[in-house]
């Protein structure tokens, strides 16, 4: 991306200091996914980080009018007010650490600052009897 691109957005600098604080409202400051943004979220979230931004980058983050859905690559998993209904979220993770997510919910959390959530005009309950 050239500079003029960026011209309305944060500078790197100033995502710096934004990123120091949350990745999150770095990533809403700048509506891109930046070295320096993405550095932040795989420096705090490692593996599940990664997962998160490759699910994003493949449209897998889906909104539909009862759920949000991450399509995994076995099956999908709801996420609702940034709480997972998969394993590592129920098992491995404390729910009260905002640093401690599964890569589903960090997808929303990308995916909702980017506008990058795919919107389904449907109940995803409707969908689900299909699958």
């Given at each position: ?19 120091a604080e949350d990745w999150r409202t770095a990533l809403e400051a700048a ?101």
């Amino acid at each position: 991306m050239d500079a003029d691109a960026r011209s309305d957005g944060p500078s790197d600098e100033e995502l710096a200091d934004l990123v120091a604080e949350d990745w999150r409202t770095a990533l809403e400051a700048a509506g891109e996914l930046r070295p320096v943004i993405v550095e932040a979220i795989i420096g705090t979230h490692g593996t599940r980080g990664r997962r998160a931004i490759e699910a994003v980058s493949e449209e897998r983050v889906k909104q539909y009018r009862d759920f949000t859905v991450v399509v995994g690559h076995r099956q999908e998993h709801v996420v609702e007010e940034g709480n997972c209904d998969c394993e590592d979220a129920a098992y491995n993770l404390d729910a009260e650490d905002p640093d401690e997510r599964c890569w589903h919910a960090l997808a929303v959390d990308v995916a909702e600052r980017l506008d990058r959530v795919d919107h389904h005009d449907m109940w995803y309950s409707d969908v689900r009897e299909f699958l």
